[in-house]
């Protein structure tokens, strides 16, 4: 027991230590990511205008009767599904990526792996600005429960850290996972009711959605900004759950594999 | 608390296995072949056998031995970056390995940028490195060029500010493979004087060197390595001039 808690605590005299190389390497992800760009941010911006541009153009007329406010409705879904998306395929090569580091000095690896995970979720911060842009000009009605969305985001970036401390330590091992991957989260995308109402999956289909962890966070999410109702008790424990089992599994993995990374990159 | 306020770096037992593969696998349904076969045979390689020593606050320890002998892999144990197979380190205090200059170093930052990164990489705070920071750039000598994005850098310019920042930081533990001037004629001058100076310095030091004058010179004791395992270890004089016998005599 005793050593169980000095353990802890190295843990966290650790991460204060290299808090501020974190913040350097968020800093570094997003001043790059945008480098040489004319627009540069304003990317972030414009990314999920356009695409919700194309995805009404294709699909508003085919629900128009079923879906309300479809820009609000797809906003909602897309933003936080491609938060998940992208912060667990940049995260997945983390790792690797860092191998010039990770073979010359000792620094916590998990920092890593977390610097992309953050940067990451700062561009889907930015990129919330447009959902709230397009409430405004839609004059979609919101409620007090869109107090309840940030608490999804938060429940949704814990998931994220999860599955990407997981991905990043099977890739080390094992690097087909990242086409694998690949594959997997277009398909997730598909079947996450992003741009569709999930009714008009057939019932016997449904079950596609109940197997899909993200889309319990969209419909969270959801709930609270488009339709503006109270969370629904089974869907937020379901969330919370979630993003525990993710974490913990995640760090276990990260933790008992991390000595070996560098006999492998 | 005693024994840690006297000893900086206790290492017991330490040995690293490495599992080599003996024949390449270079495909998925090769590997599977092979698995299913049993025909997937590894040689373990031992860089380390049970490899024991202490070393006082303020001692500066040579690591002498053959290309191979195992240097690299225990100063790769010491600085954190391996963990042995089995056995233990204990470090007290924190470790400026000047074997990895400029680790981390961003080509898209700018000198000025990078000096932040590397110190952060090794573990500093903001404030520890604004304080510092000053005199990392004179040192240095780079001048304006400290707001030139890296990749416009020569290497030897690269490798000043590499060494200015690692040596400006002042680690309590130094580790240093070879003592190599880096940059130019003068700042290699420059550089040789102060890693001399800092060994000099009161702080705990590990040297890896080839060079036995020097290793008679600068340090108070020496560990020599023969495949992994400590052949010999005592004062500097007498492990060298032994390790010098054992060569002639191999030759």
Not at chain 2, 141 to 153: A, E, R, W
Not at chain 2, 212 to 227: G, M, P, S, V
Not at chain 2, 240 to 251: E, G, H, P, W
């Amino acid at each position: 027991m005793g050593s169980e808690m000095k353990k802890y605590i190295t843990y966290l005299k650790t991460f204060r230590r290299y808090t501020f190389l974190l913040s350097l390497l968020v800093k570094k992800d997003v001043k790059k990511k945008y480098k040489g760009s004319f627009l540069g941010i304003l990317w972030s911006l414009l990314n999920p205008l356009l695409h919700m541009l194309i995805l009404m153009l294709v699909f508003s007329t085919l629900f128009e009767t079923s879906i309300d406010n479809f820009p609000v409705y797809m906003l909602c879904g897309f933003l936080t599904f491609n938060f998940f998306a992208s912060s667990t395929m940049a995260s997945m090569n983390s790792v690797l990526h860092a191998s010039h580091l990770i073979n010359k000095i000792y620094i916590p690896k998990y920092i890593i792996t977390l610097s992309t995970i953050l940067s990451n979720f700062i561009f889907f911060a930015i990129s919330l600005i447009d959902l709230v842009l397009i409430m405004i000009v839609t004059k979609a009605d919101v409620t007090i429960h869109v107090l309840y969305a940030p608490i999804y985001l938060i429940l949704l970036f814990i998931f994220s850290c999860g599955i990407s401390l997981l991905l990043a330590t099977v890739t080390v091992f094992f690097r087909d996972i990242e086409h694998i991957y690949g594959v997997l989260i277009t398909a997730l995308h598909f079947v996450s009711a992003i741009f569709y109402p999930p009714d008009i999956i057939p019932d016997k289909y449904q079950f596609v959605l109940s197997y899909n962890p993200v889309y319990y966070f969209i419909e969270g999410f959801r709930n609270s900004v488009y339709l503006g109702v109270a969370p629904q008790a089974a869907n937020l424990l379901i969330c919370v759950g979630l993003a525990m089992v993710s974490l913990i599994i995640g760090v276990l993995v990260f933790e008992k594999n991390q000595d070996k990374f560098i006999l492998h990159i | 608390m005693g024994t840690v306020d006297t000893v900086d770096i206790e290492v017991k037992n330490v040995t690293m296995k490495f599992r080599l593969a003996n024949e390449r696998v270079d495909s998925i349904k090769e590997f599977i072949v092979k698995t299913l076969k049993r025909h997937l045979d590894y040689t373990d390689f031992y860089a380390l056998k049970s490899v024991s020593f202490s070393i006082r606050k303020g001692e500066r320890v040579a690591i002498i031995g053959h290309n191979g002998a195992g240097k690299s892999t225990l100063l790769k144990i010491i600085a954190g970056v391996l963990k042995p197979t089995e056995g233990q380190v204990t470090v007290n205090g924190n470790v400026a390995p000047l074997l990895e200059l400029g680790a981390g170093f961003d080509q898209e930052l700018t000198g000025a940028e990078n000096i932040y990164l590397n110190a952060a990489i090794l573990g500093k705070s903001k404030a520890y490195i604004d304080s510092k920071y000053d005199e990392i750039v004179e040192y240095s000598g780079l001048g304006d060029f400290i707001h030139t994005p890296l990749k416009n850098y020569s290497s030897g310019m690269r490798a000043r500010l590499g060494f200015s920042i690692a040596t400006r930081l002042d680690p309590d533990i130094l580790i240093v493979d070879e003592i190599l001037g880096v940059g130019d004629e003068q700042f290699r001058k420059k550089s040789t004087q102060t890693m001399i100076n800092l060994m000099n310095s009161g702080k705990t030091v590990i040297l890896v060197s080839h060079n036995t004058e020097q290793i008679k010179e600068l340090t108070d004791r020496a560990i020599w390595l023969h495949k992994g395992e400590v052949k010999e270890i005592g004062d500097s004089h007498t492990v060298c001039d032994n390790y010098l016998a054992f060569l002639s005599s191999n030759q």
